[in-house]
């Protein structure tokens, strides 16, 4: 069984700006060291057709319960591998997610959307669905990852606001 997921984030910026921020090593690099990440590894490749190919890679302290130190061990490996396609007339672009976590039986995958919110901002939506093969309490392992993703998200939309205000006026 796997745990879908959903969550939005606004930006006080344009889709243009947000995808420049979203793609941008530097950004990338501050995100995930804010987010508790160690040996940080980003990469962020333009395609051709005008989207990116992210690559992101950290160390994370398992701060998990009892039931999950067996399958995930002191810390997990994170990978994440993010595709963006290219804008469409009014800046909206779709993309996919995939994430894994060193050997731990536990994966997430799902897609992302930048549209523009109709008041000079943009609207990120991000839906996805955690999985984990673990017998007896592999529903807990998917809820856990899934809590995880949800706090990262949160956290990430106070990095993101802290970074736009520092680096762009908004447009």
């Known amino acids: ?34 987010t508790g990440g160690r040996e940080v590894k980003v990469s962020s490749e333009p395609t051709d057709d005008g989207g990116a190919e992210l690559g992101l890679g950290r ?4 701060k998990v319960p009892s039931f999950a130190k067996p399958f995930l061990g002191e810390t997990i490996e994170v990978d994440e591998r993010h595709t963006w396609g290219p804008a469409d007339g009014d800046g909206a672009r779709e993309g996919t997610f995939t994430a894994s976590f060193g050997g731990a039986p536990a994966s997430v995958q799902g897609t992302l959307r930048l549209e523009p919110d109709g008041e000079g901002g943009t609207r990120r939506v991000i839906q996805g669905r955690a999985k984990a093969s673990v017998p007896l309490v592999g529903g807990k392992v998917e809820d856990l990852v899934r809590d995880q993703l949800m706090r990262l998200v949160r956290k990430e939309q106070e990095v993101a ?3 736009l205000e520092g680096h762009h006026d908004g447009r």
């Open 161 to 163: 606001g802290h970074w």
């Open 59 to 62: 160390l994370l302290p398992a």
């Open 1 to 34: 069984m796997a745990k879908d997921f959903a969550a939005e984030q606004q930006f006080a910026a344009s889709p243009e700006v947000v995808f420049a921020m979203l793609s941008d090593p530097a950004y990338l690099t501050v995100l995930l060291e804010r």
